[in-house]
């Protein structure tokens, strides 16, 4: 099951037409399919447990933080990779903590580690430096270094390469041996480590190649220090395509060849075979999810500008990083088609978001479009800048949806600011 379907030209999530959706939830909207999103968890965990049974998922929720959607991948099994005090304490929310909570924050700020190290969840630490401050506070049982391998791939583009010279995270490899021997000697009994080298890769050899470089690393360190790691996780990272054109990812060829190369290194570096762990996002919850919105107007200037209120406050991507989204117009799929652009309504030319791309010569004022692959990095990313606040979210689950965020509105727009005595005279 796709995260939509087309009959005879209309969009449908679940069993719903993205009209009748339209009609009750208004626009933009970003809409999940709670049936993709369980798809997509069983049929990356099944392929890696069935090469590795000792493995699990922590879902990385920066992607997509609403609570309904981690629910979902709470229920498949999944624990949580927090990037900050506050994801933290969503996994609490939700039930999840101590070793089901990974918590991989970068220049974390002394308030960050104090609180980090409270919460009693697994501490990432993105540098060596960090140690001495988190040992101020206490000897954790369990400790894990982020290390950056030398080399990242995304594609998305460069900005989103999260590992290699040029990144900003990680250990250097000649600093991992290092950072374990401090914590030894620091009393910690456990270790883990962890990198995130790649963005929407969907070459099954490149996750491999990672691993295999990690290992080497962290085989050579557990050897000279003769410390056991307690799990290994190789990051996110798993692609899904963006364009028509595009491939999946060969999941199972990866999970195979990922395993392999995993268990490889253990035996060859003796070490006691360790949990093997990924936290991926977008795999998961990226083509689960949609931007329903709506053509406000249609200008004929220097060019046709079809103008929608999925502007880049709502879907940022693409102004952000060059990311390219798939859009469809509701009841004009496979109309003749035109060059011509798209944009959204805010006061900023990077608004202008499609400059050129083939679109259906029949779209009229009031045409409802969806922007596709938008669950991962979508709404998180969405801001109210020129007063168009935040869009509402809502899960359809077969037969039924549900409103898991209202729309923002003035109030929550002013919420929380004062203005000082003297400006109110
Ligand atoms: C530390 C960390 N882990 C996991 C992820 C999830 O990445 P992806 O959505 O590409 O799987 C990210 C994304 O930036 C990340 O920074």
Partial sequence: MEAFTIKEKEIYIGDFRVQELAEKYGTPTYIYNEQRIRENFRRAFSAFSSHYPNFKFFYAVKACNNPAIVSILKQEGAGIDAASVNEILLAKSLGLDGENVMFSGNFLSSEDIQRGVESGVIFNLDDISLLPRVLKYCTPEILSFRVNPGHGKSNVGDFVTNAGPKAKFGLHPDQVTEAYRKAKAAGIKRFGVHMMTGSCVTEPEYFALVTKLLMEIIGKSARELNIEFDFIDIGGGLGIPYRENEAHLDIEKTAELVASTFKDAVERYGMTPPRLMMEPARYFVGDAGIVLGKVHAIKHSYSKIIGTDIGMNILVRPAFYGAYHNILFNGRIDDPVEVCGLCGQL??????WIKERKFPKTVLEGDLLVATDAGAYG?????????????????????ESYLIRPRETFEDMVRNTSIPEHLLK
């Fill in 379 to 399: 709404f998180g990313m969405s801001y109210q800048y020129n007063g168009r606040l935040r869009p509402a979210e809502v899960l359809v689950n077969g037969k």
């Fill in 347 to 352: 006061c900023e030319n990077t608004d202008f």
